[in-house]
């Protein structure tokens, strides 16, 4: 049982380490690079902020949006990228270049048993398109639940007689495509990305309290703060919960053990008081049969934590729709449980060990 604790207290220190690294909900739930988004209520404002960004460094913008498509008949999120080279998590293959493509999650590919190459359904309102799967990317929104396509590809379902949601025929498609996209999130790809607090901190000083200009802008950092702040939560919570069961265990196991170790062993404690050996000092010879304990348990744990940790992580974070992770095992991960164990083992075995005290070399007599 100390080896099982001990390997559960490793696997839970590397995901909170993993958890815990910056840019972790990025690569999970970003597929596109960018440093700041924002949102205009109109163009003027729109070129007065780029006009501020363009004085700190210069950078590559693009639109993006999402929506709920029927992916073979099944609705499914959607990511709808102005820029497809911008998609910066494909694993297999390439971007959705041409409008007749779509990329998916290795969740879907999986699911559905595709891969690139093959073609799929996709529908907006009643008009179905075939497309082509030109590539695989990582995404864990919706547990991996989605695919992406190009602005273009997007703009085809208007000109083949969609009705736009202001209620313009796809026969004007390009006055559709404008009002579809009016108001879509534009992302800004910096070429120094050190700039970026200091362009926002900029734009509020000067635009802040004008109330003629209505903005919206933040950082990528920014947009996954409160996710990552009640992930990290969620994980330390469980990695103290496995804790606190393993301290839980460890006092209850000790105190027994140790009890039947006290009874057993009374006539050799007798001896050794006989001999001059002191309380205290018995007392610390049995925590150090306990550390020895802990220590040979916790090394086993290290070794299991080894061998299953791949595997473990690889099927957890899959089934979250997370496929490219990389989790190495850290010293101080393998270190933390091994010194818990063996200081909780040998506290609680001094601390029950006092009943030592009330042993006298007189027990041999009555012994006999």
């Not at 990228?81 to 971007?95: A, L, S």
């Not at 007749?100 to 048993?113: K, S």
């Not at 075939?130 to 547990?143: E, H, L, Q, R, T």
Request: glycine share 6%.
């Amino acid at each position: 049982m100390t080896a099982i604790l001990a390997m559960f207290m490793i696997l839970m220190n590397d995901m909170m380490r993993w958890f815990n690294s910056q840019n972790m909900l990025v690569d999970m739930f970003s597929v596109t690079k960018y440093d700041l988004t924002a949102s205009f209520v109109d163009e003027d404002t729109q070129k007065d902020i780029e006009n501020v960004i363009s004085e700190h460094t210069a950078y590559r913008k693009y639109q993006m949006s999402s929506e709920y498509l029927l992916f073979d008949d099944v609705q499914m999120y959607c990511y709808i990228v102005e820029d497809p080279d911008m998609i910066n998590t494909i694993r297999k293959g390439r971007t959705c270049t041409y409008d007749n493509e779509v990329l998916i999650t290795q969740y879907v590919a999986d699911g559905f048993h595709m891969d690139v190459g093959d073609t799929v359904t996709v529908k907006r309102g009643g008009v179905a398109r075939k497309m082509v799967i030109s590539g695989i990317y990582d995404s864990a929104n919706d547990v991996g639940k989605n695919f992406a396509i190009s602005k273009a590809a997007y703009s085809k379902f208007a000109s083949e007689g969609i009705v736009s949601e202001s209620g313009v025929s796809g026969a004007a498609k390009s006055s559709s495509d404008e009002e579809e996209w009016s108001g879509k999130e534009i992302c800004y790809d910096l070429d120094n990305t050190d700039e970026c607090d200091a362009i926002i901190q900029e734009i509020d000083k000067r635009y802040g309290d004008n109330q003629g200009i209505t903005y919206s802008i933040h950082s990528a950092k920014d947009d996954f703060e409160g996710v990552a702040g009640t992930v990290n939560i969620a994980i330390q919570g469980l990695t103290l919960l496995t804790y606190m069961l393993g301290a839980v265990f460890v006092i209850v196991t000790v105190i027994i053990v140790c009890g039947k170790v006290l009874m057993r062993e009374q006539k050799d404690i007798g001896i050794y008081k006989a001999l001059g050996f002191t309380s205290f000092r018995l007392r610390c010879q049995l925590a150090v049969r306990f550390i020895v304990t802990a220590v040979v348990g916790s090394l086993l744990g290290i070794v299991l934590a080894l061998i299953v940790s791949k595997p473990f992580f690889k099927a957890g974070f899959e089934s979250f729709g997370i496929y490219s992770f990389n989790l190495s095992t850290s010293v101080i991960s393998l270190v933390i449980p091994l010194v818990f164990m063996s200081v909780l083992f040998s506290v609680v075995a001094f601390i029950r060990a006092g009943n030592i005290r009330k042993v006298q070399p007189q027990v041999l007599i009555a012994d006999q």
